[in-house]
């Protein structure tokens, strides 16, 4: 059984449409995170979602909107697609938010590429 | 947050043990030490964590330093499947956003 699972795996769109990434996990666990890989493969948290609210947003543009319909999804969507947001797009669950110990575990990521 | 240094890269031969090292000489008290790997083409993967003691699981070993400035994380019998990116992480135990700080990593080879 996947852990977390992301769909769809390739993203290949024009500039200016508005796509979706959706995440799920099966951990039961209470936070989930949207991270961004981009093409120097430099790894960035983007949003952390703890019983479906808001707990980090790291000055990501108001053109990414995350949703958490219940703790087992966290949904991006992405408005006004630019070139710059070609990367790979990682989601993460953890059991707790809170505290240093505790692993997260990532899905395999989306590969989105803007034309 | 406090930051960690790590060799770009290192190389190893297959079966053999490997030492990924890592500095972090302003770790405060609080600051768990934590080890993700993230091999090609794949979402990163937690190893392993430590607060003080050296720790034990079945993918590798932490051995960490008695003043907690450095760390390194144990391999002890490289397959060709740990050639990865290993990203050496702090969290603070205070923390309450759980975000994960990436650095650059080390990419470590391993060849047959």
């Known amino acids: 059984d996947t852990a977390v699972s992301q769909t769809p795996k390739y993203l290949v769109t024009q500039m200016g449409n508005d796509k979706s990434i959706k995440c799920e996990q099966n951990?039961?666990?209470?936070?989930m995170y949207w991270y961004k890989q981009d093409s120097k493969k430099f790894l960035k948290i983007m949003f952390s979602?703890?019983?479906?609210?808001?707990?980090i947003n790291e000055t990501v543009p108001n053109r990414f909107s995350p949703k958490s319909p219940d703790k087992a999804h966290l949904n991006l969507h992405i408005n006004s697609l630019e070139l710059g947001d070609s990367a790979v797009y990682f989601c993460?669950?953890?059991?707790?938010?809170?505290?240093?110990?505790?692993?997260?575990?990532f899905g395999p990521g989306t590969r989105l590429l803007v034309l | 947050d406090a930051k960690t240094t790590q060799p770009n890269s290192m190389e190893s031969n297959e079966e053999e043990p490997v030492h990924l090292p890592c500095n972090h000489s302003?770790?405060?008290?609080?600051?768990?030490i934590h080890w993700y790997r993230q091999l090609p083409s794949q979402g990163p993967e937690y190893v392993i964590h430590?607060?003080?003691s050296n720790v034990n699981n079945r993918m590798a070993s932490l051995a960490i330093a008695e003043d907690r400035k450095s760390s390194t994380l144990i391999l002890h019998r490289a397959t060709l499947r740990d050639a990865a990116v290993y990203y050496c992480?702090?969290?603070?135990?205070?923390?309450?956003?759980?975000?994960?700080?990436f650095g650059q990593g080390t990419t470590l080879q391993v060849k047959p």
């Open positions: 993460a669950s953890s059991r707790v938010v809170s505290g240093g110990a505790g692993a997260q575990y």
């Open positions: 951990l039961g666990h209470d936070t």
């Open positions: 979602y703890n019983n479906k609210e808001l707990i």
């Open positions: 302003t770790i405060s008290g609080t600051d768990y």
């Open positions: 430590g607060l003080t």
């Open positions: 992480i702090l969290r603070s135990g205070s923390s309450n956003t759980g975000k994960l700080i």
